[in-house]
């Protein structure tokens, strides 16, 4: 895994360098070539993050868990703020098959992700199913209403 890593970070580095020397060939006058027509900025390549297979998954359609590992639904969409933060999930709860299910929003920190490196592992919500079961319903372009393990969340304040 680290030479794979190393390797790419070595060929990153030499493409960066062959796109530099070639921006100042360009830039050196050059008695026989026609001038260009427009200037083209060079773009400075994206940075590159490796992330383990074991560290990282996706969490949209995961299971959701009480502590005493009652059914609490599934994660079906993730509620983030202004600046990218993620504040909230929306877990699909009850009804059988899709019918009688409704959304309810609950805080980040109030899941708990111990063991989720397959599809089978669920997230555990650090709520009982009586205060999902009493969450009001999520609802889009609605105010949320986002219940919190402890009671510490902050509310978001938007400009309207």
Known sequence: MRAKFWT????????????????????????????PTASKELVPPPSVTVIGAR????VLGRDVRSPSD???GRIVDVIVDREGLVRAAVI???????VGSRKIVVDWNALHFASIASKSDSIT???????????????EDTPLIVLGASGSLQPLEFDH
Request: charged share 20%; no cysteine; aromatic share 8%.
């Open 125 to 139: 919500l650090e709520l009982t199913q009586e205060q999902v079961k009493a969450a009001p319903e999520y609802k």
């Open 55 to 58: 560290d990282a998954h996706g």
């Open 92 to 98: 699909d709860f009850g009804g059988f098959l899709g």
């Open 8 to 35: 790419a970070f070595v060929i990153s580095a030499l493409a960066t360098l062959t796109i530099a020397w070639a921006a100042n060939d360009a830039s050196s006058p050059q008695t026989d070539a026609v001038p």
């Open 70 to 72: 009652q059914d609490m």
